[in-house]
């Protein structure tokens, strides 16, 4: 039966997802499991876009909804770390009593929407801040910090990205990084080293100066603890 309500296409582009957007849509064949191309949307004129995903993981997911809450991952969403109601005391409330490390809690989206692997290094590079800090440890200075640098990173990771053909939203956001994806190259804030924490399929970035009092972050503990 016909209805006006609008579906949805919502995709979550996961850790090596990629929009690709074309003016003029090639009209290339794609031949499934031949391409990193997952799914190529035209329109009726002529534009469209790929979603591609490298490497052997394959991790992208596609939905077609009605509503945008039928997507399990949009329904256990946590709140939205820029909206007018995300204060200081409700980030405050989210990490009371929670004794596990900043730094996973940041990425946990049931927890707080929105925040991947690379804003939350960025976060707390800016909030000096260790990623192994416990969320339940916090004091109210260090609360404050985090807060304030959550705001300000997310505002200004936003402001670069508005407006920009999508095309050039990779270079815009690795323009904006200080210490993730940089590890070797040096702190823009203090010069020293950033260095890496690695695990199974991926990566933190840091800053020991900035971050640590120095010290040197340990894989091992970190790999284990934040699974
Ligand atoms: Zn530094």
């Known amino acids: 039966p016909a209805t006006t309500t609008p ?3 919502v995709f979550h582009l996961a850790k090596a997802g990629w929009l690709r ?5 090639p009209a290339t ?4 499991g031949k391409t990193p191309i997952a799914l190529r949307v035209g329109f009726d004129d002529g534009s469209g876009f790929d979603l591609t995903e490298a490497g052997t993981k394959k ?3 596609v939905y077609v909804v009605r509503r945008p809450d039928e997507v399990p991952g949009i329904a256990r ?3 939205d770390p820029l909206g007018d109601d995300f204060t200081r005391d409700v980030l405050a409330g989210l990490l009371a009593g929670r004794r596990t490390q900043i730094k996973g809690v940041l990425r946990d989206q049931s927890i ?22 416990l969320a339940a440890g916090l004091d109210d200075a260090e609360i404050d910090r985090l807060y304030a640098a959550l705001r300000s990173t997310l505002t200004d990771a936003v402001a670069q990205a508005s407006g920009r053909p999508p095309a050039d939203l990779k270079d815009a956001k690795r323009r904006g990084i200080a210490v993730h994806g940089r590890r070797g190259e040096a702190c823009a804030v203090c010069g020293d080293e950033v260095r890496s924490v690695f695990f199974a399929d991926n990566s933190l970035e ?9 010290k040197l972050l340990a894989d091992r503990r970190l790999s284990r603890l934040l699974k």
């Open 59 to 61: 991790s992208l997911a």
């Open 77 to 79: 969403l946590g709140p």
């Open 112 to 133: 707080v929407a929105g925040i991947g692997n690379a804003y939350s290094d960025e976060i707390l590079h800016a909030a000096k801040m260790s990623p192994y800090a």
């Open 7 to 9: 579906l949805h296409l």
């Open 206 to 214: 840091y800053c020991p100066t900035c971050q640590t009092g120095g």
């Open 29 to 32: 064949v794609i031949r499934p």
């Open 21 to 25: 957007w074309y003016e003029q849509l």
